[in-house]
């Protein structure tokens, strides 16, 4: 089972940035592609941005386009989301999750096996 531990999360200003990290010490940890997902209360969890296993691709929700972007070192077992221009909408639990599954799906939630304990981002305006 792969075991995944986010990081980086706190308080920002709006407009402010925050980077957000997520590793894995799983061996196979390139062959995942991976998500970043957010729930904020009483909202249902949404889909932020995803990377393949390769770094070929990534897939963003069109709410963060030209606003964050994920990368990843497989060399260091970790992805990370560079969170800039926060606005205070994008207060949430962000969850990292994994997936093995070769689908181009990635906004489904139901399509990761394996997911995060969560880090808390919180905007203030």
């Known amino acids: 089972q792969v075991r995944l531990v986010e990081s980086g999360g706190g308080l920002v200003q709006a407009g402010g940035s925050l980077r957000l990290s997520c590793a894995s010490s799983e061996r196979t940890f390139s062959s995942y592609s991976i998500a970043w997902f957010r729930q904020a209360p009483g909202k249902e969890r949404e889909f932020v941005a995803a990377?393949?296993?390769?770094?070929?691709?990534?897939y963003y929700a069109d709410s963060v386009k030209g606003r964050f972007a994920i990368s990843r070192d497989n060399t260091k077992n970790t992805v990370a989301l560079q969170m800039n221009s926060l606005k205070p909408e994008d207060t949430a639990v962000y969850y990292c999750?994994?997936?093995?599954?070769?689908?181009?799906?990635?906004?489904?939630?139901?399509?990761?096996?394996?997911w995060g304990q969560g880090t808390q981002v919180t905007v203030s305006s």
């Open positions: 999750a994994a997936k093995y599954y070769r689908s181009k799906d990635y906004p489904n939630p139901n399509e990761y096996e394996y």
């Open positions: 990377i393949t296993w390769n770094s070929d691709a990534t």
